[in-house]
């Protein structure tokens, strides 16, 4: 049973596949008859929107610390854009190594971000910094080691507020609904916590597999608690961890769609959250592995392996007491108090998990002090959330009716 091998056989195993799909990929009629392509595979965000006939508006984010952010614009198909001022404003925020493009990798009829915009809702969707759409900054070049100095910490304390003001400014709402997964909790989290005058803008917080602490992560990437902080960045670099690239859309594209291949790869896709193939639409795969991974820092993993091992919600510990009193003023990372949070949240959570950990989430549900809903679904995993097929009747419906019933 492949789902009870240990985590580092997996990594093997995943690493054994690429060498194994790289060296025989090119073989001509090897793996199979090749099935359609998704015309979405090439696309960028706004085409993607814009190939379903939803109107489509992209803009740039500007950061306090100079990071440029893509921020996409959603809209119902038979609305007027210039009204958007009397619609209520949903913002979507993806997780970890992901992009804005999960919300609506699936059919309109399976994809939150389509679902919700014929709801009637304008619908935003972000990214965070590092990822495939947010690779600039006016300061630092993507090529420099400066640039990549971030973690989930920056994303709360920077992308976040800019974005969320951004939106509410140009729609002239004063509040909106925060859906968020994964990473997309997490930042969440620290800066409705931190930042009062950004959580009063937040009507609702709409968590799809929360992820506070770490403690009992089953994911392969808990792995990476054994590297010595001190060692991560030799190893890893100091840059880029896991980018996008054009093999990730080679495996889409040209090996991931051939029939034979189809178990195999989305068992790759899943090893780093878990996977159940059974409630994956097989035939948007190549829609997933040529979007994902998007990238990320090096540092922002690094940060996710410190967390795995200290089992803290806490800020990014930057190595010594001096380098944190710098930071923090502090000998030690800030530990993020999600009891500081008064933002009405629902919580969505899976049983098969292996980021959000139910155990982790039974930690984290009892310190929320404005819990409205929780939800747990025992046979999800982490990308069920935003990929199955299912998602709409277990989790989308119900976000729907609970962001109807707070229109004021």
Request: glycine fraction near 6%; proline fraction near 5%.
């Amino acid at each position: 049973n492949y789902s009870s091998i240990s985590g580092r056989t997996k990594m093997w195993l995943l690493l054994t596949v690429a060498s194994l799909i790289s060296a025989l990929g090119t073989t001509h009629g090897f793996f199979g008859t090749l099935s359609h392509e998704s015309p979405e595979v090439t696309m960028n965000i706004s085409q993607m929107i814009s190939y379903w006939g939803y109107p489509s508006e992209e803009y740039e984010v500007i950061t306090e610390d100079g990071y440029i952010i893509m921020l996409n614009f959603l809209g119902y198909m038979t609305k007027i854009i210039v009204n958007s001022s009397q619609r209520p404003v949903v913002f979507l925020q993806h997780g970890l190594l992901t992009s804005a493009t999960n919300w609506i990798a699936n059919l309109p009829n399976n994809s939150l971000g389509f679902l919700l915009a014929d709801a009637g809702y304008d619908v935003w969707l972000g990214n965070s910094r590092g990822n495939t759409w947010a690779r600039r900054n006016i300061y630092y070049s993507p090529n420099s080691a400066e640039f990549w100095a971030f973690s989930f910490d920056e994303m709360a304390k920077y992308d976040l507020p800019a974005t969320i003001d951004f939106i509410v400014k140009k729609t002239g709402q004063e509040k909106l609904h925060y859906v968020g997964h994964s990473q997309g909790t997490t930042i969440g989290f620290i800066a409705f916590s931190t930042n009062p005058k950004l959580a009063k803008k937040i009507k609702a917080f709409y968590a799809l597999a929360p992820v506070a602490t770490v403690k009992y992560i089953k994911s392969p990437l808990k792995e990476l608690k054994l590297i010595p902080s001190f060692l991560f960045k030799v190893i890893f670099g100091n840059k880029e961890f896991f980018p996008h690239n054009y093999f990730d859309e080679f495996l889409g594209t040209e090996l991931c769609s051939r029939k034979i291949l189809n178990e195999l790869c989305s068992n790759a896709l899943f090893i780093i959250c878990g996977f159940d193939y059974k409630n994956l639409n097989m035939s948007r795969l190549d829609v997933y592995l040529s979007h994902n991974p998007a990238g990320t820092s090096v540092q922002n993993m690094l940060h996710w392996s410190q967390a795995v091992r200290s089992g803290k919600f806490q800020a990014f510990d930057w190595g010594s007491p001096v380098q944190n009193m710098m930071h923090f003023n502090q000998p030690t990372p800030p530990i993020y108090s999600v009891t500081d949070m008064n933002v009405p949240i629902a919580v969505w959570n899976g049983g098969k998990d292996w980021l959000a950990d139910p155990q982790d989430v039974d930690l984290l549900l009892p310190k929320l002090p404005n819990l409205i809903y929780h939800k747990n679904i025992p046979f999800y995993n982490h990308l069920d959330f935003i990929w199955a097929m299912d998602a709409p009747q277990e989790v989308y419906n119900e976000i729907v009716n609970l962001m109807g019933k707070d229109q004021n």
